[in-house]
């Protein structure tokens, strides 16, 4: 009996080291940074070593094919084309994209997006924290 309780005080703490290992490398992984390539419209971006698109966290620019969607993703273009971005993955969408809490020089690009009239805060996922709902 004393065999099988130490057996199973192993494999407890096995388990407690092994949800650790997770915890941390799932920890890593939520954080990135790189140089952004390219800009597909106001809310996405493309950047260097990430394998999927990002999505922006917490806004809607409007759609590419509009004068307003055009103006977004100038916006963006000038604001984070070749430069560095600092994210913060938040979940997956439903087409394969990161959606992040990204920012440049610590200014959260949710936020500038916002604050120059390219897009809407997404409420039902931010909650009012970006103050615009």
């Known amino acids: 009996m004393r065999h099988l309780s130490n057996i199973l005080t192993v494999l407890a703490a096995f388990g407690v080291f092994w949800m650790l290992v997770q915890m941390q490398s799932n920890r890593e992984v939520a954080r990135f940074a790189g140089v ?25 620019a409007p759609e590419r094919d509009t004068a307003a969607g055009q103006a977004a993703r100038e916006f963006m273009t000038t604001l984070v084309k070749s430069k560095v971005v600092e994210c913060t993955k938040v979940a997956v969408d439903k087409y394969r994209r990161t959606v992040a ?28 924290q970006l103050g615009h709902c």
């Open 36 to 60: 952004v390539e390219w800009v597909s419209d106001g809310d996405t971006i493309r950047i260097q070593g990430h394998e999927f698109p990002v999505r922006i966290w917490g806004v809607d």
């Open 101 to 128: 809490k990204c920012s440049i020089n610590g200014r959260p690009l949710s936020s500038l997006l916002l604050e120059n009239g390219h897009g809407v805060e997404m409420c039902r996922f931010t909650g009012g």
